[in-house]
């Protein structure tokens, strides 16, 4: 329950204190509590393994070398954050941070990619 930037939030500090397959765990068990007919179509390891994947590839456009740590919790955030905006689940983004997540690496990386 809450607003969507808020879960996103909440999910981020318990991936600070929780490894990636623990909470992966966690969330389809309360998935499949709570709405069992999405729970097959909600995770799958492949999924997120290629996201890591992708994650590992892009190192060297942005510059940066991320440790396993980060990029096992980034390849999570991304995953759910797919999966939330194909659910419509969106969050509003404040226009100053927008244009600061423009002056990234990352955020150009993306663009060129596209």
Do not use: C, W
Not at 54 to 60: C, S
């Amino acid at each position: 329950m809450g607003e969507e930037q808020d879960k996103r939030y909440y999910l981020s500090q318990v991936l600070t204190n929780r490894g990636r397959d623990e909470l992966l765990t966690e969330i389809q068990l309360t998935i499949q509590h709570q709405e069992p007919h999405m729970a097959a179509q909600m995770f799958t390891r492949k999924d997120l393994d290629t996201i890591y994947e992708i994650l590992n590839e892009l190192e060297p456009f942005v510059g940066v070398k991320y440790t396993d740590e980060v990029m096992q919790t980034l390849s999570v955030q991304l995953f759910l954050l797919i999966k939330r905006f194909t659910q419509e689940k969106h969050v509003s983004i404040d226009p100053v941070e927008k244009e600061v997540i423009k002056g990234t690496g990352e955020y150009q990386v993306y663009s060129v990619s596209y």
